[in-house]
């Protein structure tokens, strides 16, 4: 009989408000399969965890403990951003893995993150036919982004994309009241880099009657055209709403938010594209303003969740562990779209080697002509995910969330430097 093998899973990149949703999917799975997986052991700070033999029991946590992570929000294990080289260019990391795993009998690897954790996951995956270690590799996605490729959509982008919804609308109304005298525009700055998913959201507002201009980074950034649309909203409606994605950028690639710094990737770091806009509208224009920048607001806000995007997040990480079971290796489970209305979808499965390293734009014919604004198809898209609310428990007006007791598993192995 093989030898009942302990799994390992960690946490990667930007957290969102389900990813721990994920997390008590693969752990609760799990623990329904003893007799084919042992202890599960977390990654403290993601593949960081791995490296430096970080690790924490999570059968030390009570069944409610886990169950509560549904509910809770950022990551639960803690985070990283960190990305492994290739094989050839720094095997010395590989080798450490392999003794860390070796060392706690490790033989599942679930690794929650986006694009960059893709591409991690799909390394580790090769080190069996590499290295000669037998690891089974399932990348569970994860990204407020939602630019994986394959998967209809990302666990974490419907709870960003219902709290940008809401907050433009809501803010909307705001400016709406306040127009006559005072404020005529308010320009809100949400997270995309590449792809402009979370701002398209901001366009479903448009149904409620509120003038809203985006900004996407799918679209090179013409100021003249931007200019001419606020003004043209302002005089018809008295007020206007812009919607800007940090990766909105000039005909020659330059961010209107770079900061000439980069990330832990290697990423330009981006921030501050709203007030960018915001003066550019007054200099030009004369139009008094408010802008403000979501930032962690977007992406933390677990007290207005989509229901859709806690039951897929659940659901993902459910089938990773199933996955893992059945003997699979260098894969990610997906969502897979039936219809829009009524809403259905399936659980599929993809091949790592299809997803690391790929991006999923908007596509243009979800954005308007003229380029700032979303189309009926995009609307379609974008709807149900967005649907349900999966309030968390509250006590004395605050909502109750979880922190894990995190308790480290005893080293084995001789220190590891990054």
Known sequence: MAKKMNAFYAQSGGVTAVINASACGVIE??????????????????IIGALTEDLIDTSKESDAAIAALRSTPSGAFGSCRFKLKSLEANKREY?????????????????NGGGDSADTCFKVSQLSEAMGYPIQAIHVPKTVDNDLPITDCCPGFGSVAKYIAVSTLEASYDVRSMAKTSTKVFVIEVMGRHAGWIAAAGGLVEDHGIPVVILFPEIEFDQK?????????????????VVV??????????????????????????GGAAPVVANMIKDALGHKFHWAVADYLQRAARHIASKTDVKQAYELGKKAVELAIRGHNSVMPTVDRLSDKPYKYK??????????????????????????????KCKRYLTPL???????????????????KNVAVAKKLAEFKL
Do not use: W
């Open 95 to 111: 080798e450490r893995l392999i003794e860390v795993f070796k060392a706690h009998n490790i033989g599942y690897f679930f690794y």
């Open 225 to 241: 055209k931007f200019l001419a649309l606020v003004d043209k909203k302002v005089k018809e409606f008295g007020f206007c709403t």
């Open 347 to 376: 659980i599929g499965v993809a091949d790592l080697k299809d997803v690391a390293n790929v991006e999923k734009f908007m596509p243009r014919d979800f954005i308007t002509k003229d380029g700032f604004g979303i189309t009926d």
């Open 29 to 46: 799975t799990a623990r329904k399969n003893k007799d084919k997986i042992g202890k599960v052991y977390a990654g403290r700070n993601g």
């Open 386 to 404: 967005i649907q349900g609310e999966d309030y968390p428990k509250y006590k004395d007006g605050l909502p109750v969330y979880v922190t894990l």
């Open 245 to 270: 994605s940090e990766g909105c950028h000039y005909p020659d690639g330059k961010f209107l938010a770079e900061q000439g710094t980069r990330d832990a990737f290697g990423h330009a770091q981006l």
